[in-house]
């Protein structure tokens, strides 16, 4: 198969999972001691993109699909939780055009495979 299908599709997966750990971190906004947490596109897509990396500490796309990260150097509030809405929100509307996005170029890819099928008949 294509690589740009495995990037996509990967990509897809990626902010499936990015909206699922932003949607927890807003319905526990209000739970003490909570952490938000966040998930790194650049951990999950490294080896289909290809990431050239200069450190030996750096990640080389090993990482599964459901890695998480804990969000660090935000402020905490009184209760120790460290989740402000206005960046959830923020970060679920460029989730939620990043999700949609890359599932515009597969739909786009499929209809050109399509149509070259169709052609060389």
Known sequence: ??????????????????????????????????????????NLLGKEMNLLTTDKKHVGGTEKVSAREEVEGSLSWEDRNNVELNNEVAKMTENALLHDTAVTLLAAKIKMFKIAISRGR
């Open 1 to 42: 198969m294509d690589k740009g299908f495995r990037i996509l599709e990967r990509l897809v997966q990626a902010a499936n999972i990015r909206q699922k750990v932003i949607s927890s971190n807003i319905a526990n906004a209000d739970t003490p001691g909570f952490k938000a947490k966040d998930v790194k596109f650049g």
